[in-house]
């Protein structure tokens, strides 16, 4: 079966942009000064790309324009041409540069805080034709970014469904409780997590490894978990443990540079959950340029056991 035959050449970027910027201002004017166009240019070109596509893309009235559901459709899709025509000419750019590659790497906030920077500039000196755009998502996301293409080198703490992946390990770590100085669970000995449940806590937002761990955890202990304030960051988890809200739990790598500037002291965790696997995944058909990068940071691993040395 085949598709709709469009005149593509009707479907200049210029015109694309034009509705792109109609749907997102609502405004033809606004979106002709966005484009450099005059208006009745601007109107013709949109008329023009409605024609082409046999159906139009707004409803017109005197506050502007409302984008219909073709419309909303074509401004979604519309902004994932534009994208992709920006990163043509970044990458045309990277390589009268010597770069001749891009590698996506997406990764979790606890493997790019505590181990990836130096490893990937590591990377970049070894390999300058070779540039990772990295991403930063939690774990289950970085392990779906895998899975749909979108990403070709994922590192996420295990928890995730791996089945089809190429999985390997790469580091180990160690979540510690975070709490502000003074406070009354403050302590050098290890806690119970329950232990900790009377108190709010501040944790990621879903789809977090330790979010989740945490829930479990709560859920075993048959214990509710008062969670108070769900955040993207540890760093923003640390602001919010400095102001009182809560207590938090984060990777003893990623708190460790946080406690003096913030007046924030750590505990460990006694519960084995607490001591984590963070793994490297790459796709079956993945090339050789990523299964290299995924070499690259497995065998780092090798010298480097979790940094179990900086977690004593």
């Not at 108070?228 to 602001?239: E, G, I, K, L, P």
Request: net charge neutral.
């Amino acid at each position: 079966m085949t598709g709709p035959l469009y005149n593509l050449a009707r479907f200049d970027f210029v015109s694309i942009r034009l509705a792109v910027d109609c749907a997102r201002t609502g405004s033809l004017t606004a979106a002709a000064q966005t484009s450099n166009l005059v208006l009745p240019a601007a109107s013709r070109r949109l008329k023009e790309l409605e024609r082409a596509l046999d159906t139009p893309l707004f409803e017109r009235h005197s506050r502007g324009l409302t984008p219909t559901a073709a419309g909303r459709v074509f401004l979604a899709r519309g902004l994932s041409l534009l994208r992709e025509l920006d990163l043509l000419v970044e990458e045309l750019a990277d390589a009268q540069e010597g770069v001749v590659r891009h590698v996506h790497l997406c990764a979790s906030s606890a493997a790019i805080t505590q181990f990836l920077s130096p490893l990937l500039a590591a990377h970049a000196a070894l390999h300058p034709e070779v540039q990772v755009d990295l991403e930063e998502q939690m774990s289950e996301q970085v392990v779906a970014a895998l899975r749909e293409g979108r990403a070709e080198v994922a590192v996420f703490v295990a928890g995730p469904d791996l089945r089809g992946l190429d999985v390997r390990g790469f580091r180990r770590d160690e979540l510690v409780l975070v709490v502000p100085k003074g406070h009354r669970l403050a302590g050098r000995t290890p806690i119970a997590f329950a232990d900790t449940l009377d108190e709010p806590w501040i944790s990621l937002n879903a789809g977090a490894a330790v979010l989740q761990a945490q829930q479990q955890a709560a859920l075993a202990a048959g214990r509710r978990f008062r969670l108070r304030t769900q955040v993207r960051s540890f760093d923003a988890m640390a602001h919010m443990v400095a102001s009182g809200l809560g207590i938090a739990a984060m990777p003893k790598g990623t708190a460790r540079p946080l406690l003096a500037s913030m007046g924030l002291q750590c505990r460990p965790l006694a519960d084995d959950w607490a001591r984590r696997e963070i793994q490297v995944a790459i796709r079956t058909d993945a090339d050789a340029t990523a299964t290299a990068l995924r070499d690259f940071l497995v065998s780092t691993s090798r010298n480097a056991k979790a940094g179990d040395a900086s977690f004593k």
